[in-house]
């Protein structure tokens, strides 16, 4: 049964703190997503990667807020520095994706992440 | 950008009884609306899509209807059973060229199945 991964399950980090959350993709999908929940926000689009190419960051903080794809098996999500701003449940999302075919996302189970 | 309004914010029916939860989008280029469900401490789930080509589609007790003219679309479960409690979230993309951009989701709804 193919999942999407992610590392950690939970994080707990001072402010100032740089922050590293991965995502393993489930194998053979060519887009890659990364949203953000809080109680406040609800679910929101931070970015998002296709065939490993940044298509749209629009939604992230660009002063602290980096996103990679250093494989088609890895993403990366960075914070630095941190602050207490930033926690929530970050999701990473995957789906084999293309114009005409299906547009399924499939989420990983989530980095719930706490910044003191 | 897209905005999506689901309502209400939580919703509570009897064991047996049907649930609707009811969305609405502002951009009119949107042509993917999928449903998710969430349960607690775990990622969404999608139950249910439709694009914006069909009006309805159903999977045994979910259906989702669509009106593109009205740009609203609703998730309608059947015969709610206790394991139907959860969070559910709308959403809407469109595709850019290369195929669906990434979602706008609504607020969530709180289903609760009395038993």
């Known amino acids: 049964d193919a999942r999407v991964t992610q590392t950690p399950r939970h994080k707990v980090t001072e402010m100032g703190q740089e922050v590293t959350m991965r995502c393993q993709p489930i194998?053979?999908?060519?887009?890659v997503f990364w949203y953000r929940q809080t109680m406040m926000q609800g679910l929101e689009l931070l970015a998002y990667?296709?065939?490993?190419?940044?298509?749209?960051d629009s939604g992230m903080p660009k002063d602290r807020f980096s996103a990679e794809m250093p494989d088609a098996t890895l993403a990366t999500l960075k914070i630095q520095p941190s602050e207490p701003r930033d926690s929530a449940v970050y999701f990473c999302?995957?789906?084999?994706?293309?114009?005409?075919?299906?547009?399924?996302?499939?989420f990983g189970p989530g980095t719930r992440l706490t910044v003191l | 950008g897209e905005n999506v309004e689901q309502h209400p914010s939580t919703l509570s029916v009897q064991e047996g009884d049907s649930a609707v939860i009811k969305c609405t989008y502002s951009?009119?280029?949107?042509?993917?609306f999928p449903w998710y469900k969430q349960e607690l401490g775990k990622g969404p789930q999608l139950i249910i899509d439709?694009?914006?080509?069909?009006g309805e589609k159903k999977d045994q007790r979910i259906a989702v209807t669509l009106n593109k003219t009205a740009k609203h679309f609703s998730l309608h479960i059947t015969e709610t059973q206790p394991e139907d409690s959860a969070v559910y979230f709308c959403?809407?993309?469109?595709?850019?060229?290369?195929?669906?951009?990434?979602?706008?989701f609504g607020k969530g709804t709180h289903l609760i199945i009395q038993p």
């Open positions: 990667f296709r065939n490993r190419a940044p298509l749209d």
């Open positions: 999302a995957s789906g084999l994706i293309s114009s005409g075919h299906t547009d399924t996302q499939y």
């Open positions: 439709i694009r914006s080509n069909v």
């Open positions: 951009d009119s280029a949107s042509n993917y």
């Open positions: 959403a809407a993309s469109r595709d850019s060229g290369g195929g669906a951009d990434g979602l706008t």
């Open positions: 194998l053979g999908h060519n887009t």
